[in-house]
Nanobody, 115 residues
Framework: QVHLVESGGGLVQPGGSLRLSCSASGSIASYYNLGWYRQAPGSERELVASIFNRGPTMYADFAKGRFTISLYMNTVYLQMNSLKPEDTAVYFC???????????WGQGTQVTVSS
């Protein structure tokens, strides 16, 4: 079992920045992926960015150049810059055990970009 604790959401003006964090604890696999997804009202959940503990990162096209994902000690960070109103959504942390196939979700954190 893996437990995820998210923090860092909130209200920010267009053009502003936020940093989300998600700490994973419990049965952490030796090879895993931690990522951020988001879901806006009336929309499907979509990938924002993800990172493997052994290397590569992946970004959605809308995130490239504005968002940066990083990983340190089983905690994943999402630095979001130049935020736009369309970035408003609930952001969810996701943990995937690459070897065993388990998947876990955080409770979600609201990000609102509005003037």
């Amino acid at each position: 079992q893996v437990h995820l604790v998210e923090s860092g959401g909130g209200l920010v003006q267009p053009g502003g920045s936020l940093r989300l964090s998600c700490s994973a604890s419990g049965s952490i696999a030796s090879y895993y992926n931690l990522g951020w997804y988001r879901q806006a009202p009336g929309s499907e959940r979509e990938l924002v960015a993800s990172i493997f503990n052994r290397g590569p990162t992946m970004y959605a096209d809308f995130a490239k150049g504005r968002f940066t994902i990083s990983l340190y000690m089983n905690t994943v960070y999402l630095q979001m810059n130049s935020l736009k109103p369309e970035d408003t959504a609930v952001y969810f942390c996701n943990f995937r055990d690459v070897v065993a196939g388990g998947e876990y979700w955080g409770q979600g954190t609201q990000v609102t970009v509005s003037s």
